[in-house]
């Protein structure tokens, strides 16, 4: 499949010279330069609709934007490979600041589309710099209406650099600290990052993985004052500003961003919960297999057979390109370029961060991803998963930087999509029923982390918020929130639960977007009902998948699935054929294992 072992540390030659570089620095300055010419120009005294003037503003919007994407995307990866970095740490903070000058920019252009009449505002649209782009204007211009006035707007993203991101940042600092020292059965010490600490869960070994989470959960207990602070201030922030607002409701500026209506989102959650007495079933089948009365929380990701099936990273990557091509050729194609040119980080190393994602460089055309390889077939599952973002991106690189600016639920769609062509190929060709069952275990482990964990952490968010607007949330009370969110979407079928998991997951500390929780569940059920489409109408759905990628920054997502798939998103029957190719993986799984 490839000439050459593949490297498993990626190249960031974009900027080259790490956060040292001498071209990043240029770049910045060039941001910074034009971010004051776009400044002068919104600031300037002229008519609502002087369409010279408009041309040029939109023009340098359009590059400001992409330019930050891409400056955001290098210390991320530069950040997340190595978390000592303290010179990106410094470079992550000039960053919030332009990001802050220019979402207060944004804010003042907002003023102006409010000052134009419908007539001017249709003149606008037409403009070459505007072509591509109009989606995304007619959202701002809706969405600056239901905001405070564009100076108060400005203010708040001023402040919130040294409040509300600072805070965000405080769980870099914490994650940075986390160090597992771990005794294996040969008496050799391992010091574990966090990210090395999670692989760790796909142990096969009951009482490592007890002993890991152990320490896992005592590590975050030293974390938990600090990490208390910043979820609470986080949330303190946010719902001032939506006071300020006028704004009654959390979930209001999520669902903004996701471009998704209320109705559709507490329909997927009543669909689940309809649909959850399989799963339950699982973990009943899985708790019997592994040999324990019921699961804990370290035993969800556990393998099902004491001989885990290690999968070494080049081959990991042959399989991945060879099952693409089965369903897109061109999806294979990329996959194999991405490798070649070394866009992935997989190393297993220390001061890495946990977790997995794929990040975009929208002025250069590509696309990173981060994640730690350990061999397991979940990290396949995780190659393939952050391969599908890394091909939404690609599909849309052509298209302006303001029609590639889509929402974190239909971002989820693609890589989800990814994950389920390889793992279906992987039950359809294995060589027995033991290997199936392994495999098939692997796929529910998915649907039970986005019908339970994420349902977890959405109920967490929303019974926290609702308590943090009548004062501060305390250490315990959060770990008993967790908890009671847990038990509620596990329906109270776990042994024992993890309370400090609000401490440990990046998600609720990160700005850019909040509730970073239902849009993966959307992904999850969104993909496998195209998936479904696609197994139905063969080759012949490429072209329509990639035209669904292509219009995801330039719609809703119920408009974008009523054009594509002809389905009403705020009714059931969609998202329960979606749930029924889950529940297929659960009743052979439970077929197979019978004894």
């Known amino acids: 499949m490839f000439d050459h072992p593949l490297t498993q540390t990626w190249q960031l030659e974009m900027f080259p010279g790490g956060s040292d570089s001498a071209a990043f620095r240029s770049f910045l300055l060039d941001i910074e330069e034009k971010s004051a ?78 000052l134009m009449d419908d007539n001017e505002w249709d003149k606008l649209l037409l403009l070459e710099a505007a072509k591509g782009g109009r989606f995304w204007l007619q959202e701002r211009r809706r969405l600056a209406s239901e905001k405070l006035s564009p100076e108060m707007e400005s203010l708040i993203s001023a402040l919130a650099v040294d409040g509300y991101h600072a805070w965000g940042n405080h769980y870099q600092t914490a994650v940075g600290r986390i160090q597992l020292n771990v005794t294996d059965e040969h008496g050799q010490l391992h010091t574990y990052s966090a990210g090395q600490a999670a692989n760790q869960f796909h142990h096969p070994d009951h ?108 081959k990991a990557a042959s399989l991945i390109v060879e099952q693409f091509a089965r369903f897109n050729p061109d999806l294979s194609r990329f996959a194999k370029t991405v490798f070649e040119n070394r866009w992935v980080e997989a190393e297993n190393r220390s001061a890495k961060r946990p977790g997995g994602f794929c990040t975009s460089f929208p002025l250069s055309g590509e696309t990173r991803i981060f994640m730690t390889y350990g061999g397991t077939t979940s990290n396949v599952s995780t190659l393939a998963h952050e391969l599908g973002h890394a091909y939404h991106q690609h599909v849309m690189k052509d298209l302006p930087i303001l029609s590639q600016d889509y929402a974190m639920n239909v971002a989820e769609t693609a890589s989800t999509f990814a994950e389920l062509i390889v793992a279906d190929a992987a039950v359809r060709e294995a060589d027995n029923d033991q290997e199936r069952i392994i495999l098939l275990e692997e796929k529910i482990q998915s649907s039970v982390a986005y019908f339970m964990n994420i349902h977890a952490r959405y109920l967490f968010e929303t019974s926290f918020y609702e308590e943090r607007s009548h004062g501060l949330v305390s250490t315990e009370r959060l770990k008993q929130i967790m908890e009671e969110a847990q038990r509620q979407a596990y329906c109270d079928e776990l042994a024992s639960y993890h309370p400090y998991f609000w401490a440990a997951k990046l998600h609720f500390y990160l700005t850019d977007v909040p509730f970073y929780n239902f849009p993966y569940t959307f992904g999850y059920l969104f993909s496998a009902g195209i998936y479904a489409r696609a197994i139905q109408e063969g080759p012949a759905f490429t072209d329509k998948y990639i035209s669904l990628l292509r219009d995801t920054a330039s719609m809703s997502v119920e408009e974008l699935a009523a054009k594509h798939l002809g389905v009403d998103l705020q009714q059931p029957d969609f998202w329960q054929s979606a749930i029924d190719m889950t529940i297929k993986d659960v009743e052979m799984f439970l077929q197979l294992t019978e004894k």
């Open 37 to 114: 010419r776009l400044k002068a120009l919104v600031s300037a005294e002229t008519k609502p609709a002087d369409l010279d003037v408009w041309s040029e503003r939109i023009a340098l919007t359009q590059w400001l934007k992409g330019a930050l994407m891409e400056a955001d995307s290098f210390i991320g990866c530069l950040e997340a490979q190595n978390q000592n970095d303290k010179e990106a740490q410094r470079l992550n903070g000039r960053l919030q600041t332009m990001n802050a000058e220019f979402t207060s920019i944004l804010s003042q252009l907002d003023g102006w589309f409010l």
């Open 207 to 314: 009482e490592v993985r007890k002993e890991i989470f152990r320490l896992w959960e005592e590590a975050w207990e030293e974390q938990a004052d600090i990490c208390s602070a910043a979820i609470n201030h986080l949330a303190g922030f946010r719902i001032r500003v939506y006071e300020q607002r006028g704004w009654h409701s959390v979930l209001q500026e999520p669902l903004a961003i996701n471009r998704m209506s209320e109705q559709t989102l507490n329909t997927i959650w009543a669909v689940i919960h309809a649909n959850k007495q399989p799963f339950v079933n699982y973990l009943h089948r899985k708790a019997e297999l592994i040999g324990v009365e019921k699961l804990h929380w370290y035993d969800l990701e556990a393998p099902i057979s004491p001989s885990v099936k290690r999968v070494e990273y080049d």
